[in-house]
DNA sequence: CGTCTAATTGAAGCATCTCAACATGCGTGG
DNA sequence: CCACGCATGTTGAGATGCTTCAATTAGACG
């Protein structure tokens, strides 16, 4: 449990330094948040679609993702999140829910009361602004998702997905510094590319030929990242990051 | 001059009560918001990929469009903006613009201090709602357009479009309450939706076929609102509206 | 009235989808 | 430890939605 909290702090504190700057007072003071851990099997909502928005949290441990139905069934993934994400910044103010978000893996989520949030940000300007910041790149990822789903073909369109999670995984410094892998159903890349399963199957041979990736059942790994970026006309700009994200 | 003031104070008013609770006491202080107004000829950029984003603005009159090249070219519009719109309360956090912002038409603005926002902000827990809302509900219409262009064929997909430029500016109370009007190139909806403009011109017909909507030249019609709703698979519900939107 | 932009049309090609079958891998209960 | 069952990945074939190119028409505006 001790351990859980503080790996919710520590998440928290990574997830903000890779897009703002944070004093040791606002981390401190990030500290004395009280949580409340609870593990969401794989598959499950968190949250529910017209369901009131009420709760706020970060994830600890795990992939989650937003997604919408549309009229027949099929379903668009809306965004990915990672470890240290705060999940409804956005959605606190409004009255309920206009999307669903659902563990892809299974996920510890770190529950915590709205008003000590919304303390810690009268509290704080620093932390205020890094939460804003937060709030403000979750923004600009949807508009590059317009753009990818809109404008781009499936292979640089999937090659883009892969791109950002490695980005955005890379700036958490989780990731092992060589090989990036990372577990994604064929169909998970559909809905979230708005293709079908059958053409993401087919796009995925695709990169491997070209020797971008290679997969594993449904572990994809990045074996040349300039190449899958230079395929995915991916431009780390709109993530927003402090670093230069050095390979 | 002290026309154009006010007017932009009763857009923002409106715009903002159209999604949250004002009091008089938060009418009163937005009123004395020290504004710049400022014309801005039609296609001209207000903000520019790339460029600082130092300045905060609110659309006065007018439509205005956030957008974002791909490589090769094509463009994929991510927003419509309307009269009372802030434009970038989100982006204010931000080091750099991820996208532009275009005039659609012809349009005036009125530039104000980031400084004034923030004390307002500070001085009017409720105002600060109302604008965070305002932020929210943009995320969340971003939200919907990924779907829109992910997993919507053509027709809905336009229809969609429409429904959702019909649902805000009816919000505004601009529209007569009657027939409603808006003035839109074959190729904005192009790149508005991620298809061709040959497409377009041929899923209007199709709407026009359909007696959904009639145009002439690049001003389009709506003729039956439920008829059109019904074919977009639409529901107001992420526009996060007070009010329900009567017709 | 010419000029320019936007809308329209036709024809051909391609990207992507659907359906349907089959293969593979993995966890679980026997 | 094997056998089964289920989820996922793979393949083929045919259909279609959408794109591209290129030419034509229609409107808007000085």
Redesign the interface.
């Known amino acids: 449990m001790g351990a859980q909290l503080s790996q919710a702090y520590a998440h928290l504190v990574r997830q903000l330094e890779s897009i703002a700057f944070l004093s040791n007072d606002d981390k401190m003071q990030l500290s004395t948040l009280q949580f409340q851990t609870k593990s969401i099997a794989q598959r499950h909502d968190v949250m529910i679609h ?1 369901a009131k928005s009420s709760s706020c949290c970060i994830i600890v441990k795990g992939v989650m993702c ?1 997604y ?1 139905m ?2 027949g069934g ?3 993934i ?1 965004s990915f999140h990672l470890p240290g994400d705060v999940l409804d910044l ?2 606190l ?4 829910m ?2 669903s978000i659902q563990a892809m893996t299974p996920c510890e989520v770190a529950f915590f009361s709205q008003q000590a949030l919304a303390e810690l940000m009268m509290n704080s300007p620093s932390l205020n ?1 890094a939460l ?2 937060h ?6 990822i ?6 990818n ?4 073909d499936a292979l640089p369109r999937i090659a883009h997905l892969f791109c950002e999670v490695f980005a955005r995984t890379r700036a958490l410094g989780i990731d092992d510094g060589r090989r990036f892998t990372f577990s994604l159903t064929q169909s998970e890349i559909a809905d979230a ?2 293709l079908s399963a059958v053409h993401v199957n087919r796009t995925l041979q695709h990169l491997r030929k070209q020797q971008l990736i290679s997969s594993r059942g449904s572990s994809h790994t990045i074996i040349d990242t300039p190449g899958l970026e230079r395929a995915a ?1 991916f431009d780390p ?2 993530l ?1 990051l402090r670093m230069p994200q050095a390979a």
Do not use: N, P
């Open positions: 017209g937003r919408k549309v009229r099929k379903r668009q809306l956005q959605c103010d409004l009255d309920f206009d999307h602004l804003r910041r709030a403000a790149v979750d923004a600009s949807f508009r590059e998702w317009i753009l789903v809109g404008r781009r590319t708005g006309d700009a709109y927003h």
